[in-house]
């Protein structure tokens, strides 16, 4: 099994982040990867995530192992293979999943509809529209509501309008 580095475009990273996908297809890839090897991602010069390929007709559709998409590990490695010491140091840093724990999510937004079906077909409808890059999503710890943040495009957002007014 070899071990190759996989550079995500800057589109399909801002992509990736938002979303959770089991599985990432990059365009090409090394050109000697097969199925069962292992890829470091890596996006804006940081590993990003670890992979295995799974398929390599139609470029590389690689299954995420781990993921570090908010502490990458910075990294100035290219597309191709990777020795495998410097391989394991970056597996090693990017942890695994026993660092989870239980997080609620939240969206809300006031509604004005006829009944509750009509004010659920709206809301979808906001969601859809707005997506990730206006709506803001709130989140915590379970058990921890004074803990939330609201994020928006997959970072932290401040929605006070009074410390933005601070601010100026």
């Not at 709130?138 to 009074?162: C, K, R």
Request: glycine share 8%; proline share 8%.
């Amino acid at each position: 099994m070899a071990r190759w580095s996989v550079v995500l475009p800057d589109e399909q990273w801002a992509t990736e982040r938002l979303f959770q996908h089991d599985v990432v297809t990059v365009a090409g890839g090394p050109a000697g990867a097969a199925v069962g090897d292992e890829v470091l991602v890596v996006a804006e010069q940081q590993v990003v995530a670890l992979a295995r390929v799974e398929k390599t007709d139609g470029g590389l559709a690689l299954w995420y192992l781990r993921r570090a998409f908010d502490e990458p590990i910075p990294a100035a490695l290219s597309e191709g293979p990777v020795e495998e010491a410097t391989f394991r140091r970056f597996a090693e840093r990017l942890g695994g999943p026993s660092d989870r724990k239980p997080w609620l999510v939240s969206v809300a937004m006031p509604i004005e509809a006829v009944n509750p079906a009509e004010a659920v077909r709206q809301f979808w409808s906001h969601v859809l529209e707005l997506g990730p890059a206006e709506l803001p999503t709130y989140v915590w710890p379970s058990g921890d509501e004074l803990a939330m943040q609201a994020f928006v495009l997959g970072a932290e957002a401040n929605q006070d309008p009074e410390e933005e007014d601070e601010e100026d």
